[in-house]
T-cell receptor, first 112, second 115 residues
Framework: AQSVTQLDSQVPVFEEAPVELRCNYSSSVSVYLFWYVQYPNQGLQLLLK??????LVESINGFEAEFNKSQTSFHLRKPSVHISDTAEYFCAVRGSNYKLTFGKGTLLTVNP | EAGVAQSPRYKIIEKRQSVAFWCNPISGHATLYWYQQILGQGPKLLIQFQNNGVVDDSQLPKDRFSAERLKGVDSTLKIQPAKLEDSAVYLCASSAVGNLYNEQFFGPGTRLTVL
């Protein structure tokens, strides 16, 4: 069985500041890792994913995440956030049974 | 390409009433998922269909929840009778067959409030 822990339920930051949203997972098998973003009153959108290969993955809007197998982590980072990045972010892990397990989410609030 | 469609977007009912939600996945997607997202928690898978067959319904409260996907396209999720703890957002998602990485595309959700 797999599980996901998102260590921060809320992260407030100022615009143009860097941010890190933390995610730790547990799984007994090889994993695929995902970050989804949910804007207010919308469904989840895939932000980025780690499948294999390079441990650093990037999204088109400046987010990046690094897979760290020894620390079982997949933290999400952005060097400079915008107001429009305000949303809830979910880390998810997919094991060999194709089932996605989500964390509880981190609400990122970017203030002017 | 049209996304996953869900209706209604919002629903308010009294406890012990029944309610149904509808989902139309992305065209050609054989796999369809229903998730329950309670406030402050991540989505929890209720049921997964492959075409019109059930792949996983281990977390579906079968005494009150039911779901069907009769023609392998759109799907309905029903709750009868509803309880206060069923208040949540119900998300539908779909993915393509052969997508080994399980990239799921989500609809906007139906927000259910049980009074």
């Amino acid at each position: 069985a797999q599980s996901v822990t998102q260590l921060d339920s809320q992260v407030p930051v100022f615009e143009e500041a860097p941010v890190e949203l933390r995610c730790n997972y547990s799984s007994s098998v090889s994993v695929y890792l995902f970050w989804y973003v949910q804007y207010p009153n919308q469904g989840l959108q895939l932000l980025l994913k780690y499948l294999s290969g390079s441990t650093l993955v990037e999204s088109i809007n400046g987010f990046e995440a690094e897979f760290n197998k020894s620390q079982t982590s997949f933290h999400l980072r952005k060097p400079s956030v915008h107001i429009s990045d305000t949303a809830e972010y979910f880390c998810a892990v997919r094991g060999s049974n194709y089932k996605l397990t989500f964390g509880k989410g981190t609400l990122l609030t970017v203030n002017p | 390409e049209a996304g996953v469609a869900q209706s209604p977007r919002y629903k308010i009912i009294e406890k012990r009433q029944s309610v149904a939600f509808w989902c139309n996945p992305i065209s050609g997607h054989a796999t369809l998922y229903w998730y329950q997202q309670i406030l402050g928690q991540g989505p929890k898978l209720l049921i997964q269909f492959q075409n019109n067959g059930v792949v996983d319904d281990s977390q579906l409260p079968k005494d009150r929840f039911s779901a069907e996907r009769l023609k392998g396209v759109d799907s309905t999720l029903k709750i009868q009778p509803a309880k206060l703890e069923d208040s949540a957002v119900y998300l539908c998602a779909s993915s393509a067959v052969g997508n080994l990485y399980n990239e799921q595309f989500f609809g906007p959700g139906t927000r259910l409030t049980v009074l």
